[in-house]
């Protein structure tokens, strides 16, 4: 299976024929429709739930669509290092394509504050990893600055090739409905996702691929909410660490995707987040990281305030769900999520009876 290099070429002009393909065969991730989560959610019935579930992507995030790209680019330019920051997945994409490419890669992360299951993959895969005692925001800028100076690739989402891939995931959207949707619900924590999006969107409406472009709502955390807030926040705080950012790199393409589609960029609280992150789980069998649950919360608080209520009764819409990375990167918040949690019995046919007896 090719990656989305090779199936979207001709929307991508960055790649060339002096471009090597760096891929792990990226992309093509699910799209799921979400009755029993769309009743949890709280839309009318006239508006189909569907979840882009990035966790599918070989590293486990969406972040492998924009790091194809920018490794690609980097060999292409005879880079050997590529360096990033990261709250977690993006390090576990560039470490592993650089591997892929044969080249170095240097991570840059918040210490302490970073999921289990990314840390474990930037290990494996072999990158330096390099633990500050800072915030996202503050590895970001060391890294602008080490890169601007130093003959090493930057691969975060400043790097705008990163954007150009990732828009890929609209286009898959559009592809698999046919059309694209009325609304695209999406977690924002850099931002650079939500501009990609309104990218992708935008293009394929523009060579006439989609009739429409959705209406693009972003969903923060409470405790990371510069652009709902409209400033910058010097010390972010959420459980949802992929979103704890406090000066978003594309906060301008995120106010652009917001205004010229018509939506809106809300924030949800840590108490929405785990309740919408629990039910996306038992509600459809998909588990995704804390973060992907922040624009599930949102649509619920939409849904609540009325949002949806003018919507022709009549007229079949659709609304997607960016789920952005997968579940198993944090298992830790699985387990401290399930307050019935494990239960020890006997290996005893009788006292593992008695457990069951609500099911009778
Ligand atoms: C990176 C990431 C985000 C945030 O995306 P931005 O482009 O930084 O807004 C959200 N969820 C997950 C799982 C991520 O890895």
């Given at each position: 299976m090719s990656g989305i290099i090779e199936r979207y070429r001709p929307l991508l002009p960055d790649v060339t024929d002096a471009t090597p393909v760096i891929t792990l065969a990226e992309g093509s991730t699910p799209l799921i429709e979400a009755p029993r989560l769309a009743r949890w959610i709280g839309v009318p019935p006239q508006l189909r739930v569907f979840l882009k579930f990035e966790g599918m992507n070989p590293t486990g995030s969406f972040k492998d669509r924009g790091m194809t790209m920018a490794v690609s680019k980097a060999v292409e330019t005879g880079a050997k290092v590529v360096m990033c920051a990261s709250t977690g997945n993006t390090s576990a994409a560039a470490s592993a394509y650089a591997a892929r490419a044969g080249i170095a890669s240097v991570v840059l992360l918040p210490r302490g504050e970073v999921a289990l299951g990314k840390l474990s993959q930037a290990l494996i895969h072999g990158a330096q990893v390099l633990a500050i005692d800072g915030n996202f925001d503050d590895a970001l800028n060391l890294v602008r600055d080490i890169c601007a100076t130093h003959p090493i690739a930057l691969?975060?989402?400043?790097?705008?090739?990163?954007?150009?891939?990732?828009?890929?995931?609209?286009?898959?959207?559009?592809?698999?409905?046919?059309?694209?949707?009325?609304?695209?619900?999406?977690?924002?924590?850099?931002?650079?996702?939500?501009?990609?999006?309104?990218?992708?969107?935008?293009?394929?409406?523009?060579?006439?691929?989609?009739?429409?472009?959705?209406?693009m709502l972003g969903f923060q955390a409470f405790g990371a909410a510069p652009l709902v807030d409209g400033s910058r926040v010097h010390e972010p705080c959420t459980i949802a660490t992929a979103i704890r950012i406090g000066n978003p790199a594309s906060w301008k393409g995120a106010i652009a995707a917001r205004d010229q589609s018509g939506g809106l960029i809300h924030k949800v609280t840590d108490e929405q987040i785990v309740a919408a992150y629990a039910a996306v789980a038992a509600n459809e069998g998909i588990f995704a990281e804390p973060a992907c649950a922040a624009p599930v919360a949102g649509l619920k608080m939409l849904a609540e305030n009325g949002y949806f209520k003018d919507l022709p009764t009549d007229e079949p819409a659709t609304v997607t769900v960016t789920l952005t990375g997968h579940g198993l990167k944090d298992p830790d918040r699985a387990i401290k999520t399930v307050a019935s949690g494990i239960v020890e019995v006997a290996a005893q046919r009788d006292a593992i009876l008695r457990q069951l007896d609500r099911f009778f």
């Open positions: 691969v975060n989402s400043v790097n705008p090739v990163r954007i150009e891939g990732q828009k890929t995931a609209a286009f898959e959207i559009v592809d698999a409905l046919g059309d694209a949707p009325h609304f695209h619900a999406i977690p924002v924590g850099n931002a650079g996702n939500i501009t990609a999006y309104w990218r992708g969107y935008q293009e394929y409406h523009a060579a006439g691929r989609a009739t429409r472009t959705p209406k």
